[in-house]
């Protein structure tokens, strides 16, 4: 840039054609932008098939490709033994999600809404979040719960709450709250790999949740 400047000192005009020309050439191409949404779509995606341990469940996250589009083509990938369609029952699908991580499996549990994960606060507190400490560290549960999380216009109050500071003050959950993709992507990762041996807080369930306007993008 420097010799190109010096250039354009002695030659004058002719100069700027010139040195419009070698930036152009050397400029670098925009980066891609990932939404929030895809973001967390690859590292499902990325984890599913690094680790056969992992599945998804949740309401619509198979055939629909989720309420928000998140998991968009993972049934189409993986097939229904680990993408999952559960009924509209939060503490059915939470149990079960939380029963395969005792078994050795590690789900992500999807909420269509994190205001609906209070339909299965039981399987969230007292199941999965306590049972590595009541069991003297014998049994871990490697359990990722995630959905979309806070206000958004049109879905009314029901729909709008934040519960993230909520759940950060019961003991054994990890909460995750990241607004960008990059954030996002690696928390997501991070979480479902989750299960802290060796350390000494030991908690095994990571919650993940997303605020973006309620629609993950």
Known sequence: MAASVRCFLRSGKNAV???RRREFH????????????????????????????????????AQYDGAYKVSRGLWKKYGDKRVIDTPISEMGF?????????????????????????????????????????????????????????????????????????????????????????DAKGLLKSAIRDDNPGETDNQTVALVTTIDNGNEH
Request: charged residues 15%.
């Open 17 to 19: 054609s010139a040195l």
């Open 26 to 61: 050397r400029s670098v191409p925009a980066a891609v932008q990932v939404t929030v949404r895809d973001a967390l779509n690859q590292a499902m995606d990325e984890e599913l098939e690094r680790d056969e341990r992992v599945f998804l469940m949740g309401e619509e996250v």
């Open 94 to 182: 939470a149990g079960i999600a939380v029963g395969a991580a005792m078994a050795g499996l590690r789900p992500i549990c999807e909420f269509m809404t994190f205001n609906f994960s209070m339909q299965a606060i039981d399987q969230v507190i007292n199941s999965a979040a306590k049972t590595y400490y009541m069991s003297a560290g014998l049994q871990p549960v490697p359990i990722v719960f995630r959905g979309p999380n806070g206000a958004s216009a049109g879905v009314a109050a029901q729909h709008s709450q934040c519960f993230a500071a909520w759940y950060a003050h019961c003991p054994g959950l990890k909460v995750v709250s990241p607004w960008n993709s990059e």
